[in-house]
């Protein structure tokens, strides 16, 4: 019977299925399959998955998690410097799949949408955006960031109201038919008189995007009991501009 190149590491040399340098290598070049197979001390080597996952860009990370024992990947998502640099590098949505602490804290995520951009809301903890608190604070976020890019559109932003997300911006350009009006929230109670609805904004924007081809939507298996998961972008050509 004919091996794939990820069986034939089981043969290898307990040194060399321990090398780290030569599995990230192998990795990249014949895929995340030869993981299973890995050294017993790299699975729960925190620097090693931190490396796997931040330089095996090309390899989509519902490959590469499967091979990441749950006790590392929490252990990981734990840390805050750690996760930053991670959604940076490997996208928002390595913030799901690393355990449930950080995306449920409220600060974390705020500065997460302040680095890395509004994408990581999608996969936040769902109590969080369920709160128009926070969803507040998110929109505030998004705002101050494309403030600090340049002036606001005359024809999204309305008197009284805070500057609108980059993202809404993203998809007007994108979709001709979507308007800045449907997605403010008019809210008599809240200082601002509303708040913009940051949520919507991304899902819309994500759905005109699959359309045109831009970018393809995969819902996740499901895990712990049933539990489902968050959409995942995959890029199908380019990266929106």
């Keep these: 019977t004919r091996l794939s190149a990820g069986e034939a590491l089981r043969f290898a040399s307990p040194s060399l299925r321990s090398d780290r340098h ?12 030869l993981l299973e197979h890995i050294g017993a001390s790299l699975r ?22 499967p091979f990441v024992p749950r006790e590392s990947r929490e252990s990981l998502g734990a840390d805050r410097g750690l996760m930053m640099r991670l959604l940076k590098s490997a996208g928002p949505e ?5 355990g449930e602490e950080l995306s449920s804290d409220r ?3 705020l500065d997460a949408v302040r680095e890395v951009g509004p994408l990581v809301l999608e996969f936040s903890s769902l109590d ?12 505030a976020v998004c705002a101050g960031a494309k403030a600090a ?20 911006g993203a998809l007007l350009r994108v979709d001709a038919k979507a308007s800045a009006a449907d997605y403010w929230v008019a809210e008599a109670e809240h200082a601002d ?20 081809g831009l970018i393809e939507l995969l819902p996740e298996s499901a895990e712990d009991g049933g539990k489902p998961q968050p959409l995942v972008l995959v890029q199908r050509c380019h990266r929106w501009r």
Excluded at 22 to 33: C, D, R, T, W, Y
């Design 94 to 98: 390595i913030l799901h799949a690393m």
């Design 22 to 33: 030569f599995i990230l290598s192998a990795v990249q070049e014949v895929g995340p399959a």
């Design 193 to 212: 008189g509303g708040f913009w609805d940051l949520e919507g904004i991304l899902s819309d924007f994500q759905l005109s995007c699959s359309e045109r």
């Design 149 to 168: 890019s340049g002036a606001a559109s005359p024809d999204v932003a309305g008197a009284g109201r805070p500057d609108p997300p980059s993202a809404l």
């Design 107 to 109: 600060s974390f995520v």
């Design 44 to 65: 729960t080597d925190v620097a090693f998955i931190e490396e796997l996952l931040t330089t095996c860009g090309g390899t989509p990370l519902r490959e590469l998690l």
């Design 128 to 139: 969080l955006r369920a709160s128009g608190d926070f969803m507040r604070a998110a929109s």
